[in-house]
T-cell receptor, first 115, second 117 residues
């Protein structure tokens, strides 16, 4: 069964510093991969997605992620953290086959920005 | 455009009572998903529909939970009878499924926070 592992349930970075949130997937074939963000008391919002096109994916709010098949990773980065980036981030995977709509989410990483 | 709409946003009920959560997906979307989020178990998919038909309900915890989608613009998740362990945030999400390629991103509603005392 496919799954995602997010390393680090809590990450703290200083404002202006690099943000790196880690996600590794397990799948026999490269899947579709997603990063979602959840602000307090809100639903999840899509940040970016990988669907077997370009391996470097750019998303909203200055975030990007790189798909690395050799490492089975899809880490999320942002060059310079902003206070508004404080939220919980979820990596998700979907099997690359027609008919399967299910997303499997990681356990989430709570990002704290230090002023 | 309106996103996914869920009601109520908050629900407090006593154990044993029936609870009905409601969802209106984004217009034009043909897949709808119900999730439950708790601290202990994270985000779990309960059930999803495509073209108003339930496709996978393997995540529904037990017979106390039921979901319906009578038309393309409305779905309900019912818990009867409710128990304290059902306390969670319940999210509805919708997406558009392409016949040739399957669907991609899901758009989430704001959630319903359910507290069962």
């Amino acid at each position: 069964a496919q799954s995602v592992t997010q390393l680090g349930s809590h990450v703290s970075v200083s404002e202006g510093a690099l943000v790196l949130l880690r996600c590794n997937y397990s799948s026999s074939v490269p899947p579709y991969l997603f990063w979602y963000v959840q602000y307090p008391n809100q639903g999840l919002q899509l940040l970016l997605k990988y669907t077997s096109a370009a391996t470097l994916v750019k998303g909203i709010n200055g975030f990007e992620a790189e798909f690395k098949k050799s490492e089975t990773s899809f880490h999320l980065t942002k060059p310079s953290a902003h206070m508004s980036d404080a939220a919980e981030y979820f990596c998700a995977v979907k099997k690359l086959n027609f008919g399967n709509e299910k997303l499997t989410f990681g356990t989430g990483t709570r990002l704290t920005i230090i002023p | 455009d309106a996103g996914v709409i869920q009601s109520p946003r908050h629900e407090v009920t006593e154990m044993g009572q029936e609870v009905t959560l409601r969802c209106k997906p984004i217009s034009g979307h043909n897949s709808l998903f119900w999730y439950r989020q708790t601290m202990m178990r994270g985000l779990e998919l309960l059930i999803y529909f495509n073209n108003n038909v339930p496709i996978d309900d393997s995540g529904m915890p037990e017979d106390r939970f039921s979901a319906k989608m009578p038309n393309a613009s409305f779905s309900t998740l019912k818990i009867q009878p409710s128990e304290p362990r059902d306390s969670a945030v319940y999210f509805c999400a919708s997406s558009f499924r392409l016949a040739e390629e399957g669907s991609y991103e899901q758009y989430f509603g704001p959630g319903t926070r359910l507290t069962v005392t």
